[in-house]
C-alpha cells in the first residue's frame, strides 16, 4: 500500500511502523528508548514536563538511544475556569476531602498541563526529533514551521473524518487515526463533546477512503493477532499503548499495575472527572460515585488540580479512587521488557 510505503520510507530506521503510543505519568526516557532500539517508534510524552525536566529528558533519550524518537505534545487553548463552577467543583467533592482529612485551601494553583509554545521549542530544538505528534490538534502556523524546520515529522491524532481533514489542510504529515477503543485522553478538538466519534476500524475505514496521508490506527490494538487487519484496512501503522503498561520499563504505579493485572482491566469507560477533558480509563470509585461525565468539572486541565491532591492522600492507604487508571479496551497488557513486546508487534506487522 502507498501509505504503508511513505511511512516507512519517511521514518527511517524502523523494523515497521509499529509506535508506542506516548503515555503521560507512566513512562519517561527509558521505555521510548527501548522501544526504538528494538525496531519501532518510541515516543516520550512530554506535556507534563517543565522546561528543565523535558531538557533533563531528553538528554537521558539521546544517551540511551540514536534510533528516532517520537516527542508528544498537548496544544489545547487554555481556558479560565469561573469562580462559581470551580466551587461547586468542590462542593460536590467535599465528602471526599472530609474522608480523607484534606482542605481545599492545600490545593495546588494553576495548569498542570502546558500546550506547546515557544519556550518549549527553544529547548526542543536542538535535539531535532525525528517525529513531533500533537494531540488536541496543532500549534498555531509559526510554532508548526518551525518544528517542521527541524527536518522530522509532524503527526497529530484525529477522532473523526472531519478532523483528519481539518489536520491533513493544515500541515499534518501524518493523522493517528484515535478510535473509541484507545486508552487516555481523547484527541479531539473540532467539538467539545464525543458525537461522532467511532471505532478504530470504522473510523479508519472513513478516513482511508478519503485521506492522502498516511494513517496511525490507535485504539484496540491488543496482540499482535491484530495488526494485519488495520494493516489491510488502510492503516501506514499501528499506535500501541495498554501493551506497554506492564512493561519493565513503564512507571506504572503499583495500584495501577496491580487493576491491570486482574479483571478489572476489562472495565472501562470514558471520563471527565480527572482532569476535565475525556479520556478512557478502568471505572474506579469516583467515576462509581459522580458518574462518568459531569457538568461541573473544570475546564482541562484544571480539574485535576483538585482529584491529584485526593489521589496523593488515597494512594498512601492503597485506595485509587482517585488515580486515574488510563487502559483502553480490550487491553492484555504484557508483564516483559519494552523489547520483547515491540518484537511480539513487528512481527505481528511483517
Not at 507512566?26 to 517508534?41: E, I, K, N, T
Amino acid at each position: 500500500m502507498a501509505g504503508a510505503s511513505a511511512l516507512a520510507l519517511s521514518v527511517p530506521g524502523l523494523s515497521a511502523p509499529i509506535v508506542q503510543a506516548p503515555m503521560a505519568g507512566v513512562q519517561g526516557a527509558a521505555l521510548a528508548a527501548a522501544v526504538s532500539d528494538a525496531g519501532a517508534l518510541g515516543s516520550l510524552p512530554c506535556a507534563m514536563l517543565s522546561g528543565d525536566a523535558l531538557e533533563a529528558e531528553l538528554k537521558k533519550l539521546t544517551e540511551l538511544t540514536s534510533k528516532p524518537v517520537n516527542l508528544n505534545f498537548f496544544c489545547h487553548q487554555p481556558q479560565e475556569e469561573s469562580e462559581e463552577r470551580y466551587a461547586r467543583w468542590l462542593e460536590l467533592l467535599s465528602p471526599f476531602f472530609r474522608e480523607y482529612g484534606l482542605s481545599v485551601e492545600d490545593l495546588p494553583v494553576g495548569a498542570q498541563r502546558e500546550p506547546f509554545s515557544e519556550a518549549v521549542a527553544e529547548v526542543v530544538a536542538p535535539f531535532r526529533p525525528a517525529v513531533v505528534s500533537f494531540h488536541f490538534g496543532l500549534p498555531e502556523p509559526g510554532l508548526l514551521a518551525r518544528v517542521k524546520s527541524w527536518g522530522g515529522q509532524v503527526w497529530s491524532s484525529a477522532t473523526t473524518l472531519e478532523e483528519a481533514i481539518w489536520l491533513q489542510q493544515n500541515g499534518a504529515d501524518a493523522v493517528i487515526v484515535q478510535g473509541l477503543e484507545a486508552g487516555g485522553h481523547r484527541g479531539h478538538f473540532l467539538k467539545n463533546d464525543l458525537e461522532g466519534q467511532l471505532p478504530t476500524r470504522e473510523l479508519l475505514a472513513r478516513c482511508a477512503a478519503k485521506m492522502s496521508l498516511p494513517l496511525i490506527a490507535a485504539g484496540g490494538i491488543a496482540t499482535p493477532a491484530d495488526v494485519p487487519a488495520y494493516r489491510q484496512g488502510g492503516a501506514a501503522g499501528v499506535q500501541l499503548g495498554s501493551a506497554y503498561l506492564l512493561a519493565e520499563e513503564a512507571t506504572t504505579s503499583p495500584l495501577h499495575r496491580q487493576a491491570l493485572s486482574n479483571e478489572r482491566r476489562c472495565d472501562t469507560a470514558i471520563t471527565n472527572l480527572y482532569t476535565g477533558r475525556p479520556a478512557r480509563g478502568i471505572v474506579t470509585r469516583l467515576m462509581s460515585s459522580l458518574g462518568l461525565q459531569h457538568e461541573a468539572a473544570p475546564v482541562f486541565p484544571l480539574a485535576a488540580n483538585a482529584t491529584g491532591a485526593l489521589r496523593s492522600a488515597a494512594e498512601k492507604v492503597g485506595d485509587d479512587t482517585f488515580t486515574p487508571l488510563w487502559c483502553g479496551e480490550n487491553a492484555e497488557p504484557r508483564n516483559a521488557s519494552a523489547a520483547s513486546i515491540t518484537r511480539e508487534f513487528i512481527n505481528g506487522w511483517v
